[in-house]
Structure formats: C-alpha cells, structure tokens
C-alpha cells in the first residue's frame, strides 16, 4: 500500500519559516517524482513545487520562487519544503504527491497518489 504522510505545518507570522515533510512509503522512492500542492477553500489547488525521481530537475511556481526549496532524502524516503519569508497568501492545505515515473509536474492529475495535508496558517 502507497502512502504519504505530510508534517511540519502550523500557525506563523508573516516573514517566519517553516519546514513541511512527506514520508513516502509503498513507492520505489528513487524511480518517483514528487510535487507539493496547495488549496485554499473555494480556489482552484495550485502546484508549488516538485522535484524529479533523480533530484536532478525542479520547479516553482512563481509566486515562491526564492522562497521554497524543494530536496529528496533517499535515505529516508522523505520529501522536504522549506519554507522562507512566508506571506499570509501562502496560507493553505499543502499536500505531496507522488507518481512511479521520472518527470515531474505541477499538474494534479499527473500524480496517482496523495497525502492528507498538512495547514499552514500565515498571520499579517
């Protein structure tokens, strides 16, 4: 069974940083891209950032770029985004995904698998 598990959100003051993680399990986690979404309550889920099955290409979306770094932890099977200079509009539901495949994608329905979430609230 695939699963992934997000951690490290919580309630920030705008400027603060936060490191969020997703364990995966389940998934050759070397032969797997890996994405970061967020969706806010009547908007459309946006894809952050995500990193290729070698490490070797990223994205981000723009409004994050210089902010967020995305890395792979083979030896742990973990995804980490570190979060920088956070703003109140990067308050959000962020979720990890997963695909057994090399390329990744800010697109959602290129991903089969999916965490539960974890909130990050940025206060002003």
């Known amino acids: 069974e695939v699963q992934l598990v997000e951690s490290g959100g919580g309630s920030v003051q705008a400027g603060g940083s936060l490191r969020l993680s997703c364990t995966v399990s389940?998934?050759?986690?070397?032969?797997?891209?890996i994405a970061w979404f967020r969706q806010v309550p009547g908007k459309e889920r946006e894809g952050v950032s995500c990193?290729?099955?070698?490490?070797?290409?990223?994205y981000y979306i723009d409004s994050v770029n210089g902010r967020f770094t995305i890395s792979k932890d083979a030896a742990n099977n973990t995804v980490t985004l570190h979060i920088n200079s956070l703003k109140p509009e990067d308050t959000a539901l962020y979720y990890c995904a997963a695909v057994n495949y090399y390329y990744c994608s800010a697109s959602g329905p290129y991903y089969d698998y999916w965490g539960e979430g974890t909130q990050v609230t940025v206060s002003s």
């Open positions: 389940g998934l050759p986690f070397t032969d797997s891209a």
């Open positions: 990193i290729s099955a070698s490490s070797t290409t990223y």
